[in-house]
């Protein structure tokens, strides 16, 4: 099981970032998907979550109506579109899956993959 976010990068306050997960070795289409992040000196936190087939998310309540998490199964890719982004926004971005197909939710001690992060720099 591979998974690797990418596409951050430093932007401005208010500013908007596309973030991609590329997932592959394992049925990506059966799997839900869930973004995540870390900011320096603080627990890593559950953002947004998508099942298997694109039809249901889920968003923290920090970054519902920011944030848009999307999938392209065909291309085994996962998307988180930010927009409106803070300061507070800063972070490394993972996203991440679980052992088990049928999990929904963003409870991390229920993912068991992670791709190595990306850095999002939300700065003036």
């Known amino acids: 099981v591979q998974l690797q976010a990418f596409g951050g990068g430093l932007v401005q306050p208010g500013g908007s970032l596309k973030l991609s997960c590329a997932a592959s070795?394992?049925?990506?289409?059966?799997?839900?998907i869930g973004w995540f992040r870390q900011a320096p000196g603080k627990e890593r936190e559950g953002l947004s979550f998508i099942n298997s087939d694109g039809d249901s998310t889920y968003y923290s309540d920090s970054v519902k109506g920011r944030f848009t998490i999307s999938r392209d199964n065909a291309k085994n890719t996962v998307y988180l579109q930010m927009n409106s982004l803070k300061p507070e926004d800063t972070a490394v971005y993972y996203c991440?899956?679980?052992?088990?197909?049928?999990?929904?939710?963003?409870?991390?001690?229920?993912?068991?993959?992670w791709g190595q992060g990306t850095h999002v720099t939300v700065s003036s």
């Open positions: 991440a899956t679980s052992y088990y197909s049928d999990y929904v939710g963003l409870d991390l001690g229920h993912y068991d993959y």
């Open positions: 070795g394992f049925p990506f289409e059966n799997y839900g």
